[in-house]
C-alpha cells in the first residue's frame, strides 16, 4: 500500500530560524495539503496545492510560510522564521481527487525553543 | 502497509435514517481511537473517541463502537441530518503519533 512519508519525524529549531519540513506524497495524486496539530488542539488546515500552485489557504498560512513542489516526489512546507507557538506536529496529506480519498502522512513533531 | 482502513470511499444516507462508517485497523498496539469530521479546506475536527478499554462511547447523536477482537470500529449517526454531509476520518493513536484513514465521504439528502 502506497505511503505519505515524512522527514523527519522531529525536528528542533531554535525560534527565529528557517525550517523545512519535507512530504512525499503518493506518485500519482494530484492533491497535496499541509495540516498541524498544536498539542491538545484542533487538527488546523493550512494549505492545499495543486498543479503546481497553491489552492486553498488558511489565515494560519501567512508570509512566514511557503509550499514548493521542487520536483517530481518532494512536497515541502518551508516556514522562514520560526515563533514559539509554531510548535505543533504537522501532518502532510495527498488525495487522487479533490475533496476525498487523502492519505495522511504520520506527521513532523516541530518543537521550536 | 495502511494501519487504519476505511474502504468505503463514500456513503449515501436519507436525512432521518442510520449513517454507519466504518473502520478497520491492524496495528494491536493501538489503545485510543478517534474520530474526525472534515468539510472542505478546514481541518479535520474532533467528533469522538474511545478507548481500547471500552466497547461502546455515546455522544448525542454519535456513538462508536469498537469490536477489539475483530479490530473494527464504526461510527453510528442517528438521526443523520444534512449538515453531517461531510469527509469522516477514522484515526488511531498508539504512542505519540496519530495515524489516519482515508476518509469516508458522507452525503445526507434531505
Known amino acids: 500500500e502506497p505511503e505519505v512519508t515524512q522527514t523527519p519525524s522531529h525536528q528542533v529549531t531554535q525560534m527565529g530560524q528557517e525550517v523545512i519540513l519535507r512530504c512525499v506524497p503518493i506518485?500519482?495524486?494530484?492533491?497535496f495539503y499541509w495540516y498541524r496539530q498544536i498539542l491538545g488542539q484542533k487538527v488546523e488546515f493550512l494549505v492545499s496545492?495543486?498543479?503546481?500552485?497553491?489552492?486553498?489557504k488558511s489565515e494560519i498560512f501567512d508570509d512566514q510560510f511557503s509550499v514548493e513542489r521542487p520536483d517530481g516526489s518532494n512536497f515541502t512546507l518551508k516556514i522562514r522564521s520560526t515563533k514559539l507557538e509554531d510548535s505543533a506536529m504537522y501532518f502532510c496529506?495527498?488525495?487522487?481527487?479533490?475533496?476525498?480519498?487523502?492519505?495522511f502522512g504520520s506527521g513532523t513533531r516541530l518543537t521550536v525553543v | 502497509d495502511q494501519q487504519v482502513k476505511q474502504n468505503s470511499p463514500s456513503l449515501s444516507v436519507q436525512e432521518g435514517r442510520i449513517s454507519i462508517l466504518n473502520c478497520d485497523y491492524t496495528?494491536?498496539?493501538?489503545?485510543?481511537f478517534l474520530w474526525y469530521k472534515k468539510y472542505p479546506a478546514e481541518g479535520p475536527t474532533f467528533l469522538i473517541s474511545?478507548?481500547?478499554?471500552?466497547d461502546k462511547n455515546e455522544d448525542g447523536r454519535f456513538t462508536v463502537f469498537l469490536n477489539k477482537s475483530a479490530k473494527h470500529l464504526s461510527l453510528h449517526i442517528v438521526p443523520s441530518q444534512p449538515g453531517d454531509s461531510a469527509v469522516y476520518f477514522c484515526?488511531?493513536?498508539?504512542?505519540?503519533?496519530?495515524?489516519f484513514g482515508k476518509g469516508t465521504m458522507l452525503l445526507v439528502s434531505p
Open positions: 496529506a495527498s488525495s487522487e481527487a479533490a475533496g476525498y480519498g487523502y492519505t
Open positions: 506518485s500519482n495524486h494530484l492533491y
Open positions: 496545492f495543486y498543479n503546481n500552485e497553491i489552492s486553498e
Open positions: 496495528n494491536s498496539m493501538f489503545d485510543y
Open positions: 474511545i478507548s481500547s478499554i471500552k
Open positions: 484515526a488511531a493513536s498508539g504512542y505519540s503519533t496519530l495515524t
